[in-house]
């Protein structure tokens, strides 16, 4: 492991990454190891990635995850945040279906405003409370209301949470040190290559979009 790890060093550009897999059992012998080879200030990450979501292991916690080591070869590494490809429950609870099935919420159109006057004017029948203010000019909030992105109360004015944003418009959540999101290959899935190894795609997908540039990645 160790001599691989030289070779790997050597051949990475000064803003190359390498990510290690391995289980928990070895995590920690690995990670000093690393230390050494690359120097413990180009740690980044240690990576959870719950890969299962039942194991059974006798009588101690189940283990369900294993370990991803994320280290730079210098202080200048390619860097580009990536998005999880799912919400908490509580996130989802947030949006609505509209008469299209189209999963849709309403975002905030104020923001604080304590000590300012900035905002501070009534558009369209409705008026920001004394301690916030529009969080858009009058110029912007026009062509968002010509366009319909605006939801309205039963009056027809414009509520102040009424941004209408669509669920397939936004980004996932910023990606954590937590992957959840991403379970092993299920044994009949057409991805399996039959190798023990074998990582899922999606699982190479954002390491390569997190740490190369566009050009070098596709």
């Given at each position: 492991m160790?001599?691989?790890?030289v070779?790997?060093?050597?051949?990475?550009?000064?803003?190359?990454s390498?990510?290690?897999?391995?289980?928990?059992?070895?995590?920690h012998?690995i990670k000093v190891?690393?230390?050494?080879i690359?120097?413990?200030?180009?740690?980044?990450?240690?990576?959870v990635w719950k890969?299962?979501t039942s194991?059974?292991?006798?009588?101690?916690?189940r283990?369900?995850?294993?370990i991803?080591?994320?280290?730079?070869?210098s202080?200048?590494?390619?860097?580009h945040?990536?998005d999880?490809s799912r919400?908490?429950?509580a996130q989802?609870?947030?949006?609505?279906e509209d008469n299209?099935?189209?999963?849709y919420?309403g975002?905030?159109?104020t923001?604080?405003r304590p000590n300012?006057?900035?905002?501070?004017?009534?558009?369209?029948g409705?008026?920001?409370?004394?301690?916030?203010?529009?969080?858009?000019t009058?110029?912007?909030?026009?062509?968002?209301?010509?366009?319909?992105?605006i939801l309205?109360?039963?009056?027809?004015?414009?509520?102040l949470?009424?941004?209408?944003?669509y669920?397939?418009e936004?980004?996932?959540?910023?990606?954590?040190s937590?992957?959840?999101?991403?379970?092993?290959?299920p044994?009949?899935?057409?991805?399996?290559r039959?190798?023990?190894?074998?990582k899922?795609l999606?699982?190479?997908?954002?390491i390569?979009k997190?740490?190369t540039h566009?050009s070098v990645?596709?």
């Open positions: 160790v001599q691989r790890l070779v790997m060093k050597r051949l990475l550009r000064p803003a190359g390498v990510y290690l897999h391995c289980d928990p059992t070895a995590s012998y190891m690393m230390d050494g690359f120097g413990h200030e180009n740690f980044r990450n240690e990576i890969r299962n194991h059974n292991s006798g009588c101690q916690f283990r369900i995850h294993d991803i080591l994320f280290y730079s070869k202080d200048k590494w390619t860097w945040n990536t999880a919400y908490s429950d989802l609870s947030r949006f609505k299209d099935g189209r999963k919420k975002d905030n159109l923001a604080a300012s006057d900035s905002g501070k004017f009534e558009w369209c409705t008026t920001p409370g004394p301690s916030r203010g529009w969080a858009y009058e110029e912007q909030l026009e062509p968002f209301w010509s366009e319909g992105r309205t109360k039963k009056d027809g004015t414009p509520r949470d009424g941004m209408n944003v669920w397939d936004v980004p996932g959540p910023r990606t954590r937590i992957w959840d999101d991403i379970p092993r290959i044994n009949t899935s057409d991805e399996r039959g190798y023990v190894t074998q899922p999606a699982l190479l997908e954002r390569i997190a740490s566009e990645a596709n």
